[in-house]
């Protein structure tokens, strides 16, 4: 796995715009065990994600973290444990001329900039308020000018799309649920005209780990 940047030490303060905002905080036991219930949530169609890796949530207890709120509908995502870990997958994999759909913190854009094996990283994001957040913290590592930044709709964005890629991946959910499964497989499709070759990759976040959990 490559190594994964703490990223509470590259986002130095707690920046904000109009929408969004960083927030550095430690992790506690007392929000461990809010976020991480021990037993996994009674909603039939939610992938407890914070309940699957509580182990990992535990040894976190005590570190800093950044989490990126929305002002009106709070966390969107957070560099815990859960959220690292089920990243492993892309991290292991992703190689040459890659199309990333969800900005997010760059929790696994960081760890690419300096890799030899990485190309090009084109990140395809909704907001724009989170691109001005997020972007120049991410600028500022490119020194290698690998990424670039567009504004556009992964569900739409297929439609006009001509460039190839090694490697797609999709992670535009703040949280997974049964329906999620049902989008990440119209996006596969719409996607796999933009594949090079049948060797390249083609991942969401969670997906494989959520078919076991589901499909059972």
Not at 79 to 93: G, N, P, R, T, Y
Not at 174 to 197: C, D, G, Q, V, W
């Amino acid at each position: 796995m490559r190594e994964i940047l703490d990223i509470s030490k590259i986002y130095k303060s707690n920046a904000e715009t109009k929408n969004f905002k960083l927030i550095k905080a430690t992790w506690s036991k007392e929000s461990h065990d809010f976020w991480t219930p021990k037993e996994p949530p009674e909603f039939d169609d939610l992938y407890p994600l914070h309940w699957i890796y509580r182990k990992e949530s535990e040894q976190d207890i005590g570190k800093d973290y950044v989490a990126l709120v929305h002002k009106q509908y709070g966390t969107m995502m957070s560099s815990h444990a859960s959220e690292i870990i089920s990243c492993k997958d892309f991290l292991d994999k992703a190689y040459g001329d890659i199309l990333n759909f969800g900005l997010g913190l760059g929790i696994v854009i960081f760890p690419l900039l300096d890799d030899p094996t990485v190309k090009s990283i084109k990140i395809v994001e909704l907001d724009k308020d989170l691109i001005e957040l997020i972007s120049p913290f991410i600028k500022e590592r490119d020194v290698n000018n690998k990424v670039s930044i567009v504004h556009g709709d992964a569900f739409t964005y297929h439609r006009e799309l001509k460039e190839k890629f090694d490697t797609i991946f999709f992670d535009i959910w703040p949280s997974l649920y049964l329906k999620t499964l049902i989008e990440m497989e119209f996006l596969h499709r719409a996607y796999i005209k933009n594949l090079k070759t049948n060797k390249s990759l083609m991942m969401s976040w969670c997906y494989n780990d959520m078919k076991k959990y589901f499909i059972r």
